[in-house]
């Protein structure tokens, strides 16, 4: 199992808070994705760290050639520039799909942290009421002349 560096944590962070940035929300990095990926990475997905990887290492080298500064260094106009280049690649598009499951999974797997994106778009985590489903209200079920069954 390969361990994520910490340049290529720094180019993970960088890149992730590109996909989803901080806004009024947070962004990626402000509820772990980043810890989410690294862990997917060396343990369940470690077959695709490699591509990963390697594909930041060369956004990180494009952004030298072109802006002499490291890829965490550029405005985030910038960043944006370089990632609408790439986005179509198969290892962008793999870190994409990682970054929205740690931004939105369940907290216990690693991301999400306080579940502050369910809370973002008002999803409420809970099973459902009964076997059925959610309870009617006896009120709902008086309205119609009894329960429906």
């Given amino acids: 199992m390969r361990t994520v560096e910490l340049d290529e944590r720094r180019l993970l962070r960088a890149a992730i808070d590109c996909i989803i940035p901080p806004d009024q929300d947070p962004g990626a990095t402000d509820l772990g994705t980043d810890d ?3 862990a997917e990475l060396g343990a369940d997905r470690a077959d695709e760290a490699a591509a990963i990887l390697s594909g930041l290492a060369a956004l990180d080298a494009d952004a030298m050639v072109r802006h002499g500064r490291s890829f965490d260094a550029l405005t985030r106009a910038e960043q944006t520039a370089l990632v609408g280049e790439i986005e179509r690649q198969v290892w962008f598009v793999r870190l994409c799909e990682l970054t929205a499951e740690g931004y939105y ?5 690693g991301g999400n942290r306080d579940a502050l994106s369910w809370t973002m778009i008002g999803y409420q985590h809970r099973l459902p009421d009964g076997p059925s489903g959610m309870v009617r209200p006896a009120a709902a079920e008086d309205a119609d002349g009894g329960a429906r069954r």
């Fill in 36 to 38: 989410y990926i690294v």
């Fill in 105 to 109: 999974a369940d907290p216990a797997n």
